[in-house]
């Protein structure tokens, strides 16, 4: 549990570092309007895990094609330690998401909050 905890605390920072609040909070309500999600159903974990997958492509956690760049989330923080601590978190939204973009990055968001 604590290497979880610690691994979550790297993503944690690293995904701080790369994106202020101010951006991922506009790319928020930017995805909230192109996915026509009203505000009643904005926490519905059906819902919130597409709009975290449209914020993290608008701030560039993503590629075009989806995949995650561990070098974006890291910024200039990024390193071997890093690499691990956050592909081993991946791995594991991965593997619960089952292939499925919104529930990856819902998983990659609510794990981070451990």
Same mark, same amino acid.
């Given at each position: 549990m604590?290497?979880l $905890? @610690? $691994?979550?605390?790297? /993503? =944690?920072v690293?995904m =701080?570092q &790369? ?5 991922r909070a506009s =790319?928020m309500?930017?995805c909230q309007e192109?996915?026509k999600v009203?505000?009643s159903?904005?926490e ?5 895990g597409?709009? *975290? =997958?449209c914020?993290?492509?608008k701030?560039? *956690?993503?590629?075009a094609d989806?995949?995650y760049?561990l070098?974006k989330?890291?910024?200039?923080? *990024?390193?071997?330690?890093f690499?691990?601590?956050a592909q081993? @978190?991946?791995?594991?939204c991965a593997?619960?998401a089952?292939?499925?973009p919104?529930?990856?990055a /819902?998983?990659?968001e609510?794990?981070?909050? &451990?």
């Amino acid at each position: 549990m604590k290497v979880l $905890l @610690v $691994l979550v605390c790297c /993503l =944690a920072v690293a995904m =701080a570092q &790369f994106s202020s609040d101010k951006q991922r909070a506009s =790319a928020m309500n930017e995805c909230q309007e192109e996915l026509k999600v009203p505000d009643s159903e904005v926490e519905d974990p059906s819902k919130l895990g597409c709009l *975290y =997958a449209c914020m993290h492509k608008k701030v560039g *956690y993503t590629d075009a094609d989806g995949t995650y760049n561990l070098r974006k989330l890291a910024g200039s923080a *990024y390193n071997q330690r890093f690499e691990e601590a956050a592909q081993r @978190v991946m791995n594991m939204c991965a593997e619960q998401a089952k292939g499925d973009p919104c529930k990856m990055a /819902l998983c990659l968001e609510t794990t981070k909050e &451990f």
